[in-house]
């Protein structure tokens, strides 16, 4: 079992950077597929992005290719991601995720744990 931690949210305005956070607990943090969702009020989660736990590959939503990068410290139990050229429709709560030795889908039943989540407001 993992716990997940996130940190680093906060108010920014658009076209800021902003950078996440997630610890998790535990000795087997590099056997995890790493991810991040977001759900804004009203909306479903979604997929933001993830990394496997072989080989580290990074995959993302349409949405944030190209301005959002995602990276883990396996030394650190912690999966970062970096949020650059910030929009207000990236406003939502970020929860991270984990799947014990599998990859992260962009389904929510991809997922074995979440975090709570950590609140990002950008605003116009």
């Known amino acids: 079992q993992v716990q997940l931690v996130e940190s680093g949210g906060g108010l920014v305005q658009a076209g800021d950077s902003l950078r996440l956070s997630c610890a998790a607990s535990?000795?087997?943090?590099?056997?995890?597929?790493m991810g991040w969702f977001r759900q804004a009020p009203g909306k479903e989660r979604e997929f933001v992005g993830a990394i496997t736990w072989i080989g580290s590959v990074t995959y993302y939503a349409d949405s944030v290719k190209g301005r959002f990068t995602i990276s883990r410290d396996n030394a650190k139990n912690t999966v970062y991601l970096q949020m650059n050229s910030l929009k207000p429709e990236d406003t939502a709560v970020y929860h991270c995720?984990?799947?014990?030795?599998?990859?992260?889908?962009?389904?929510?039943?991809?997922?074995?744990?979440w975090g709570q989540g950590t609140q990002v407001t950008v605003s116009s």
């Open positions: 535990g000795r087997t943090f590099s056997s995890y597929g």
């Open positions: 995720a984990a799947a014990y030795r599998r990859q992260i889908g962009v389904l929510t039943t991809s997922v074995d744990y």
